[in-house]
């Protein structure tokens, strides 16, 4: 049994299934790099303030510094029994070093330090998030771009309503997002502060320079005050937060994908590396990657729900629960960054079927409101152009024919301020055509959109 590094009061050893249950080792060795990166910026300033000798700080940083390529070279013994990656690096780094490495923890505790290696392991996965994001933006507007004039029934309450081209629906989800990169950056302001400093939960009484290893470590600030320094996990909140609006565009967008490759709608046909077969069914080709990342929404959505809960109980300051902080996270980021990078890839290649989508159009009368707005320019007031539309629409659907297949003698039945300009309005084309306000579906507007996320794009890189 390995004596343990706390171990100066404890006589007896813990059970087995104690440290079994209570290591973190093997799922916190993930953040080796954060920790050993988090200790030299440490082990550099505490030499500077001379409370360790510049020697002795040379020491530490190279002595880490072996530590960080036995890891990476996959000659690192792992020791579960050391309870976690900063005892486990410690350890090494005192058998590497000799017995300045017990000074490596001067000013310090295990507190303040997993504060400041999670923040750095978050900071990093939202930076990942956020260049996955700007590529799925930058891949819906190559798409939008290609088809500005591809029109299709946009929908309310999932029924046709009125003509949209499929740039301003691809484009809708560029902006969200967009929002949901903007959202990332300002979250980061938060996850980027260091708490190193704050010690186990009162501050130290070594002159140390907080600041320097906040530097050190390339954070922009540092921990305003130590108890709520070591308690905090709300920058990791705030991530999963983000994630799970990530996710829950993301799911949109699949559902959308999913009811497009349906052969009732036929708009998206899916390239076989994005989709998968049934071993009874031989026709059959499914959008499996769409439907996971539907379902792997209530993962992250579940890790926001794990962490909330976990900490809403607890009192000041830190509290072995919060070793449950890191795993939540760490599952939902490797759900966030894959699936956003798979949607990225999968919307590159996906095949539109316009011809699909135009015939669509013919279903559900999504011109309708371009008689009741005709009519209302020529003066009549919209409730009874509305009025007199709906009629007009009740007679087609009688007559199994559409809207625009009614002679004018029908259409001025309903109000004498038809004329044959109206066949005209009626088209789908020039129903998008004529919503060029901002933000709308009109060709320029599209443009617009476009030019303003290019513009956007061009300036986060
Ligand atoms: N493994 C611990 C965690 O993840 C590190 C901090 C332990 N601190 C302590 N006072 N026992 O939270």
Redesign the pocket.
């Known amino acids: 049994m390995t004596k343990k590094m706390w171990g100066g009061r404890f006589a007896g050893a813990a059970a087995a299934t104690v440290e079994q249950y209570t290591q973190?080792e093997s799922f916190?060795r993930a953040l080796y790099r954060e920790d050993i990166a988090g200790s030299k910026a440490h082990a550099t300033m505490l030499g500077q303030a001379g409370i360790i000798s510049p020697d002795e700080a040379e020491e530490l940083v190279r002595g880490l510094d072996a530590v960080l390529a036995e890891i990476e070279a996959g000659t690192f013994v792992w020791r579960r029994e050391l309870?976690?990656v900063?005892m486990n690096i410690e350890r090494r780094l005192t058998e590497i070093v000799g017995p300045v490495g017990g000074k490596l923890h001067t000013a310090r505790s295990?507190?303040d330090q997993?504060a400041l290696d999670f923040r750095l392991h978050v900071s990093a996965r939202l930076d990942v998030w956020s260049g996955e994001l700007a590529r799925l933006v930058d891949v819906l507007c190559a798409r939008a771009e290609e088809h500005v004039s591809t029109l299709l029934p946009g929908c309310t309450h999932l029924q046709p309503a009125q003509p949209v081209s499929l740039a301003q629906h691809l484009l809708a989800y560029a902006m969200m997002f967009r929002r949901d990169f903007e959202r990332l950056q300002d979250g980061l302001k938060r996850v980027r502060v260091s708490p190193l400093g704050a010690a186990a939960l009162a501050g130290t009484t070594h002159p140390i320079s907080p600041a320097q290893v906040a530097e050190g470590v390339g954070f922009p600030a540092t921990f305003a005050n130590s108890m709520d320094a070591v308690s905090d996990r709300d920058f990791a909140l705030e991530a999963l937060f983000c994630g799970s609006v990530i996710m829950m565009h993301l799911s949109r967008l699949c559902e959308e994908l999913i009811l497009w490759a349906n052969p009732n709608f036929g708009y998206v046909r899916l390239p076989d590396a994005y989709s998968t077969g049934s071993s009874i069914m031989p026709q059959k080709k499914n959008p499996d990657v769409c439907e996971l990342m539907r379902g792997k929404t209530g993962r992250v959505y579940g890790a926001l729900t794990s962490l909330l809960t976990l900490m809403k109980g607890l009192p000041l300051t830190?509290n072995?629960d919060?070793?449950e902080d890191?795993e939540p996270f760490f599952d939902a980021d490797r759900t966030v960054s894959s699936s956003v990078a798979i949607m990225a890839d999968m919307l590159a290649v996906l095949e539109f079927v316009p011809e699909a989508m135009r015939r669509a159009l013919g279903k559900g009368f999504l011109n309708a409101t371009e008689l009741a707005d005709y009519l209302a320019a020529k003066g009549l007031p919209f409730r009874e152009a509305h009025h007199a539309t709906g009629a007009a629409v009740a007679l087609a659907e009688n007559k199994g024919v559409a809207l625009e297949d009614l002679g004018l003698d029908e259409l001025r039945s309903f109000s004498p301020l038809v004329e044959q300009d109206v066949y005209a309005v009626l088209t789908f084309e020039a129903a998008v055509a004529r919503r060029n306000l901002a933000g709308g579906t009109g060709p320029a507007s599209v443009a617009g959109q476009l030019a303003e996320l290019r513009a956007w794009l061009a300036g986060i890189r």
Do not use: P
Request: charged share 45%.
């Open positions: 973190s916190d309870e976690d900063h295990r507190n997993v830190y072995r919060m070793q890191k």
